[in-house]
């Protein structure tokens, strides 16, 4: 589909801004989760399911450590910059957007959603020097709340006294993150100290304890147990489906498949029940957009509020990736906001 950039603009402009970030936007440097979640739902084996769990920790967490201790291998080291710069372009981007758009009533926040649980996101936030809330106060022992979210940010010069609003990015990770650490009923901040590479070593019960200590949620269809783990993760859903019930929200799904059947509910039920809401799904490569419109139910819906976005050029083996999103949409975005002002 041939996108509108403009209509994309107006949309931008004067609506609450919110993105679902999946596993396909930390790639290449993070392998995307591919079957996992469903060799993870299928299998009943207790060995067989320790083996799959290795292999998600191994490739997908095992990485983040390396980039705490600045000590990346020297094969992983041209992935991980073109997906930090893609990272660093996006919310660089997308901050500009938020503090030079017209409409003065909405805040200059964005909601991220996502169910990542690499740390790729803050640290290239950090890097950004950008405000963003992931839901943690505190400096010396740093306890997450869902309450720590949407705190508005503003700044008083330091000669004429002018406060202005400062975009922020609100991080949802609704499946956990490795900064997670389990205490008792909290959740505290971790920079990854409670972890290390020696769990690989570990076999049977041994690493299937240990994993479990881990603040994530598995990507698997059966998710859910009573622990306040679980319970965030409804929380966090929760806070998803009342963002998409407000008036005048946008929604842009990138790298994430659909595939969680707890997301797509509520996605399709939010589409279904608000006019005033817009989805944009953009895919990663193409002729996969019939599969998404089936999947979320396009031209079912009651209003016709969600586009499915693939790449149309004729470039062979064209991925929708960040870097193409950003190059192709949010740029565009701020070129247009740019000519308004000169004119």
């Given at each position: 589909m041939i996108m509108n950039i403009q209509e994309i603009k107006e949309t931008v402009q004067s609506s609450h801004i919110n993105f679902f970030i999946g596993a396909g936007l930390s790639a290449p440097f993070l392998p995307l989760l591919g079957d996992i979640e469903t060799r993870l739902s299928k299998e009943t084996k207790k060995a067989e399911r320790i083996k799959i769990k290795k292999e998600y920790f191994?490739?997908?967490?095992?990485?983040?450590?390396?980039?705490?201790?600045?000590?990346?291998?020297?094969?992983?080291?041209?992935?991980?910059e073109s997906t930090r710069k893609a990272y660093k372009n996006f919310f660089e981007q997308i901050g500009h957007i938020l503090l030079k758009?017209?409409?003065?009533?909405?805040?200059?926040?964005?909601?991220?959603f996502t169910t990542n649980v690499d740390i790729l996101m803050e640290t290239t936030l950090e890097e950004s020097s950008l405000e963003y809330n992931d839901g943690f106060s505190g400096r010396l022992n740093s306890t997450f709340s869902l309450s720590n979210f949407k705190k508005s940010i503003q700044k008083r010069s330091l000669h004429f006294e002018n406060v202005s609003e400062v975009p922020v990015f609100n991080l949802m990770k609704i499946h956990g993150s490795l900064t997670w650490e389990k205490n008792g009923d909290k959740i505290l901040f971790s920079k990854l100290k409670h972890f290390d590479k020696s769990l690989l070593k570990k076999g049977g019960k041994s690493f299937d304890d240990k994993y479990g200590k881990l603040a994530i949620v598995n990507p698997e269809k059966k998710k859910l147990e009573e622990t306040v783990i679980d319970v965030t993760y409804y929380e966090l859903l929760r806070m998803y489906s009342s963002e998409l019930e407000k008036e005048n929200v946008a929604l842009f799904v990138m790298g994430f498949s659909m595939e969680d059947e707890h997301i797509r509910e509520i996605t399709i039920r939010a589409a279904d029940s608000n006019p005033t809401l817009k989805i944009y799904i953009f895919c990663h490569g193409k002729d996969t957009d019939?599969?998404?419109?089936?999947?979320?139910?396009v031209g079912k819906l009651r209003y016709s509020n969600i586009e499915i976005i693939e790449p149309d050029d004729d470039e062979q083996g064209s991925k929708f990736n960040l870097e193409k999103i950003n190059e192709t949409v949010f740029k565009e975005i701020i070129n247009s906001m740019t000519h308004e002002c000169k004119d």
């Open positions: 191994e490739k997908v967490m095992i990485p983040n450590l390396d980039i705490v201790s600045g000590q990346l291998d020297a094969s992983k080291q041209s992935d991980f758009r017209k409409n003065t009533i909405l805040s200059k926040q964005a909601n991220i019939s599969k998404m419109k089936e999947k979320m139910h």
